[in-house]
């Protein structure tokens, strides 16, 4: 005989609960599931939602079987997975808690999932406890004013500072504000810093799109980061549908292996090997660029700071499969630490920009 599930529901107006409880009938035998529980404990503020727009949701779950795990919702006009399409898990810790940083909307959704559940990328409404979900739980966003964005001017161009969380690098991380600044001589600076108990990092991101062209970063010596920092100058569209939208990097660390060398060229996926190019950055100031065509992106770097096509590059090469084609993305400049839970003495540094040039 079929089992059958039976479901009981309470909710509040910030934090919610549901609880499934099964039922399993087989001939004069039966047997009753102890009821997986779960619970909101930090539901982010409710907004309309966006790309730039991140914060951390966390919770707990009672009586959760082996492998399952969470899969948290915003809704914004539809039900959409959190944080990131292709990053859908939210691991339950020992002892029963669960924490992720989700894109911002007017309601928060937490699912109790067997590993085998593959979940929608949105949805209008919220799943049935069943076919792999054993418990769902909503609750509405906190009311609250919103805050205008901190807005930088670099070279001659506007940029929106980052203060939402992130898990670029595969880790969530804290985003501040106040590590990010110019200094006298217009020069960007970008910082890993504690605040309050806890460790931040440093984005911008460009108010505007630019398409092909080329792209030239001058960054100051990094030989001093230490080898978990990531200094990542990128292109990277939120309003795309795929896991890596238009993301060209460059990318400056060690990722924590001191053996590794210092710096890579990369066109999303990273792990397609034909898509990644590992080199030794050169010692001092460095200029970073690429050129993005239509079919190529050639990626280069020359010692000192370099106006326009770099003429002796210490380190090149050329993509030319794989290239995004321009849409909506916009140039990044992030310092983050890789895994930094896993060096907690490593995390304070720091890395100059001193300009970026686009030529169309």
Same mark, same amino acid.
């Given at each position: 005989?079929?089992?059958?599930?039976?479901?009981?529901?309470?909710?509040?107006?910030?934090?919610?609960?549901?609880?499934?409880?099964?039922?399993?009938?087989?001939?004069?035998?039966?047997?009753?599931?102890?009821?997986?529980?779960?619970?909101?404990?930090?539901?982010?503020?409710?907004?309309? $939602? =966006?790309?730039?727009?991140?914060?951390?949701?966390?919770?707990?779950?009672?009586?959760?079987?082996?492998?399952?795990?969470?899969?948290?919702?915003?809704?914004?006009?539809?039900?959409?997975? !959190?944080?990131?399409?292709?990053?859908? *898990?939210?691991?339950?810790?020992?002892?029963?808690?669960?924490?992720?940083?989700?894109?911002?909307? *007017?309601?928060?959704?937490?699912?109790?999932?067997?590993? @085998?559940?593959?979940?929608?990328?949105?949805? @209008?409404?919220?799943?049935?406890?069943?076919? =792999?979900?054993?418990?769902?739980? /909503?609750?509405? $966003?906190?009311?609250? +004013?919103?805050?205008?964005?901190?807005?930088?001017?670099?070279?001659?161009?506007?940029?929106?500072?980052?203060?939402?969380?992130?898990?670029?690098?595969?880790?969530?991380?804290?985003?501040?504000? +106040?590590?990010?600044?110019?200094?006298?001589?217009?020069?960007?600076?970008?910082?890993?810093?504690?605040?309050?108990?806890?460790?931040?990092?440093?984005?911008?991101?460009?108010?505007?799109?630019?398409?092909?062209?080329?792209?030239?970063?001058?960054? !100051?010596?990094?030989?001093?980061?230490?080898?978990?920092?990531?200094?990542?100058?990128?292109?990277?569209?939120? +309003?795309?549908?795929?896991?890596?939208?238009?993301?060209?990097?460059? @990318?400056?660390?060690?990722?924590?292996?001191?053996?590794?060398? /210092?710096?890579?060229?990369?066109? !999303?996926?990273?792990?397609?090997?034909?898509?990644?190019?590992?080199?030794?950055?050169?010692? =001092?100031?460095?200029?970073?660029?690429?050129?993005?065509?239509? $079919?190529?992106?050639?990626? !280069?770097?020359?010692?000192?700071?370099?106006?326009?096509?770099?003429?002796?590059?210490?380190?090149?090469?050329?993509?030319?499969?794989?290239?995004?084609?321009?849409?909506?993305?916009?140039?990044?400049?992030?310092?983050?630490?890789?895994?930094?839970?896993?060096?907690?003495?490593?995390?304070?540094?720091?890395?100059?920009?001193?300009?970026?040039?686009?030529?169309?």
């Amino acid at each position: 005989m079929k089992g059958l599930i039976h479901n009981s529901r309470v909710r509040s107006p910030f934090l919610g609960t549901v609880v499934a409880v099964c039922v399993l009938c087989g001939g004069c035998r039966s047997k009753i599931d102890r009821a997986a529980e779960v619970k909101i404990a930090r539901v982010p503020d409710a907004s309309p $939602g =966006g790309p730039e727009k991140l914060d951390y949701i966390e919770g707990t779950v009672t009586n959760a079987k082996a492998g399952q795990h969470i899969v948290l919702y915003a809704h914004s006009g539809v039900w959409w997975v !959190q944080p990131f399409a292709d990053r859908t *898990t939210t691991n339950v810790l020992p002892d029963g808690s669960w924490k992720n940083s989700t894109h911002l909307g *007017t309601d928060y959704a937490a699912l109790l999932v067997d590993a @085998e559940y593959v979940p929608p990328a949105k949805m @209008e409404k919220l799943p049935s406890i069943g076919n =792999g979900v054993w418990a769902v739980v /909503s609750a509405a $966003g906190k009311q609250g +004013a919103p805050v205008a964005p901190k807005m930088i001017h670099f070279s001659d161009y506007d940029w929106t500072v980052r203060s939402a969380g992130s898990d670029r690098g595969g880790e969530s991380d804290a985003y501040d504000p +106040a590590n990010v600044w110019t200094d006298e001589k217009g020069f960007l600076h970008l910082r890993t810093a504690e605040r309050d108990g806890r460790w931040t990092c440093a984005e911008v991101s460009l108010t505007r799109s630019l398409g092909y062209g080329t792209y030239n970063f001058v960054v !100051q010596d990094v030989a001093h980061l230490p080898p978990s920092a990531v200094v990542s100058l990128l292109t990277y569209d939120d +309003a795309g549908t795929e896991a890596f939208a238009n993301e060209i990097d460059i @990318e400056l660390s060690r990722w924590g292996d001191r053996k590794l060398k /210092s710096a890579q060229y990369v066109i !999303q996926p990273y792990y397609v090997p034909e898509n990644l190019f590992r080199f030794e950055s050169p010692a =001092g100031t460095v200029t970073h660029s690429f050129h993005w065509e239509p $079919g190529h992106v050639t990626f !280069q770097s020359g010692i000192g700071s370099v106006q326009g096509p770099i003429a002796r590059p210490a380190a090149s090469h050329t993509f030319s499969s794989g290239v995004p084609v321009p849409a909506k993305e916009t140039v990044r400049i992030i310092i983050y630490d890789f895994h930094h839970s896993q060096h907690p003495s490593q995390l304070r540094a720091e890395v100059v920009i001193e300009k970026f040039e686009y030529l169309p």
